[in-house]
């Protein structure tokens, strides 16, 4: 099967923890991707909510630093362009596609943007949990949305070709991106609110107006996010929430952001060795071929496409 993943935590984990890309003890393991080819994998750099400042950038140029290193002794390619992406779908490889989660890593600065872009980050999730210099998130008491900082950057962020992620943000701030934002932007790991009614979770409308500009929405495998009864979450769940945002007409919009080493999964999921089965269970629910392709590789790499062309429609 072919793999095309928006969002994990394993960069994070692997220089926090002194482990590696090949690590078992982690979610994702390049040793446990048999079955996978190709595999791109979004790796963030997340930035948590007591980093700010001088701490968030040297965050993230350790993490940066790590991925360098792994990707030399592991035959990674890092993929700084939607031509990387294809060129190495097309030879069947293994890329990594760097991205940081906190817009506190540019420091309140925007020269720094240009700091990431030159470093090949290719996504930026504006906030995490709490507020940041760019705005609030989603677990901020009576939320704001973007600061005047935060409206700047959005413009910075799209001439960087920075794809914006609006995963973690408070509701207000994801309005002023739909309203400021000129080419399309990402939920690189969100389910749907109507399936489990939780915070981070997207709504209705919210994914419509993802849809509508032709961005991307992944769906993550945090167990709290996929089943009210976040301790029943099952893999199935995964397809629940995928079927709830088919039937608004997401046929090109859902993808995979399963938030992989940053969540607990559900009990029946072994992480990334798990996805061959979860592709399975795709089929057997009489979804096409295409459209399973499409939701688990070709939808996440025509987004990159299409964002680089600045063309906002699906």
């Known amino acids: 099967m072919r793999l095309f993943d928006l969002h994990c935590d394993t960069l994070y ?13 982690f979610h994702i393991s390049y040793n446990k991707i048999q079955g996978i080819s190709p595999y791109i994998q979004c790796m963030a750099v997340w930035i948590p909510d007591e980093y700010r400042g001088a701490d ?30 294809k060129k190495t779908a097309a030879s069947g490889g293994r890329g990594v596609v760097l991205t940081v989660e906190g817009g506190a890593v540019l420091a309140g600065r925007l020269e720094n943007i240009r700091t990431l872009r030159d470093a090949g980050v290719r996504m930026l999730t504006l906030t995490w949990n ?5 705005g609030d998130g989603v677990g901020v ?9 935060g409206r700047a950057a959005v413009g910075e962020l799209e001439k ?13 701030l994801f309005y002023d991106v739909a309203e400021l934002a000129e080419r399309p932007f990402a939920a690189s790991h969100s389910d749907s609110k109507s399936i489990a009614p939780h915070r981070r979770n997207l709504t209705d409308e919210q994914f419509c107006i993802i849809r509508q500009k ?7 495998f945090c167990r709290d996010f996929l089943n009210k009864q976040a301790t029943n979450a099952k893999m199935y769940d995964i397809i629940r929430n995928a079927e709830h945002f088919l039937a608004l007409g997401g046929e090109k919009t859902v993808a995979i952001g399963g938030d992989l080493d940053g969540a607990d999964i559900p009990s029946d999921m072994e992480g990334i060795a798990a996805l061959p089965q979860l592709y399975e269970m795709f089929l057997h629910h009489n979804y096409s071929e295409e459209l399973v392709r499409d939701i688990f590789f070709d939808n996440a790499s025509d987004f990159f496409s299409r964002y680089e062309s600045g063309y906002a429609q699906v």
């Open 13 to 25: 984990r692997a220089y926090m923890e002194n482990g590696s890309l090949t690590d078992d003890r």
């Open 56 to 85: 968030a950038e040297e965050l993230f140029r350790g993490c940066t630093e790590k991925l360098k290193g792994e990707l030399r002794k592991n035959g990674i390619v890092q993929c700084r362009s939607a031509g990387n992406i």
């Open 130 to 134: 709490g507020a940041d210099e760019l």
């Open 141 to 149: 008491e009576n939320a704001g949305g973007l600061t005047e900082f």
């Open 160 to 172: 960087n070709d920075i794809i914006i992620d609006i995963s973690h943000a408070s509701e207000r």
């Open 214 to 220: 032709g961005g991307i929405v992944g769906l993550n």
